[in-house]
T-cell receptor
Framework: DVKVTQSSRYLVKRTGEKVFLECVQD?????MFWYRQDPGLGLRLIYF???????EKGDIPEGYSVSREKKERFSLILESASTNQTSMYLC??????????????FGPGTRLTVT | AQKVTQAQTEISVVEKEDVTLDCVYE???????LFWYKQPPSGELVFLIR??????QNEISGRYSWNFQKSTSSFNFTITASQVVDSAVYFC??????????FGPGTRLSVLP
């Protein structure tokens, strides 16, 4: 079974802190994704990565950065956390597939509160 | 541009009722995939089904069934004889030729005992 793990289920940080969210997958997937989920807005893509050291902006990259130094690990970084970044953060991975056929596998999520 | 609409924000049913969750999509791709995910209160999204754009056969899996109609760009999900454990947020998603998904806003289903 594919397993995607995230470093924390719940996190509370103060405004201005630098925050690291870690995601690890164990199935050698090329693609990894970071989403944030807010009520009524569904899942919105922050950043994604097709391969090690490669990253692409998603729909809402402002205020975030990412790092992918190893294939299995994809980190989301909030350089200076703000209260409007309070949200549920979901990591996902997916194998490289013909014409986007494969499903994404999700981690359990990190609920981040910025006070 | 690709878009997924789930018009029902919240649905409440009593246990054993049938319920249908609607999903309407927009895409210019000729080859694409549609997905349904379930997000129980624990938070992790669970994959339910994938359907490609060339396969319009309906699918049934136990109490779950899916109706894909290309003519109306819809991919609806029906739960028959709902149970309390079906309470969750359900997301419909679209994947085109590229690698990224477009998710709908989700439908929160509450099944009352």
């Amino acid at each position: 079974d594919v397993k995607v793990t995230q470093s924390s289920r719940y996190l509370v940080k103060r405004t201005g802190e630098k925050v690291f969210l870690e995601c690890v997958q164990d199935m050698d997937h090329e693609n990894m994704f970071w989403y944030r989920q807010d009520p009524g807005l569904g899942l919105r893509l922050i950043y994604f990565s097709y391969d090690v050291k490669m990253k692409e902006k998603g729909d809402i990259p402002e205020g975030y950065s990412v790092s992918r130094e190893k294939k299995e690990r994809f980190s989301l970084i909030l350089e200076s956390a703000s209260t409007n970044q309070t949200s549920m953060y979901l990591c996902a991975s997916r194998p490289l597939g013909d014409r986007g056929r494969y499903e994404q596998y999700f981690g359990p999520g990190t609920r981040l509160t910025v006070t | 541009a690709q878009k997924v609409t789930q018009a029902q924000t919240e649905i409440s049913v009593v246990e054993k009722e049938d319920v249908t969750l609607d999903c309407v999509y927009e895409t210019r791709d000729t080859t694409y995939y549609l997905f349904w995910y379930k997000q129980p209160p624990s938070g992790e999204l669970v994959f339910l089904i994938r359907r490609n754009s060339f396969d319009e056969q309906n699918e049934i899996s136990g109490r779950y069934s899916w109706n894909f109609q290309k003519s109306t760009s819809s991919f609806n999900f029906t739960i028959t004889a709902s149970q309390v454990v079906d309470s969750a947020v359900y997301f419909c998603a679209l994947s085109g030729y590229g690698q990224n998904f477009v998710f709908g806003p989700g439908t929160r289903l509450s099944v009352l005992p």
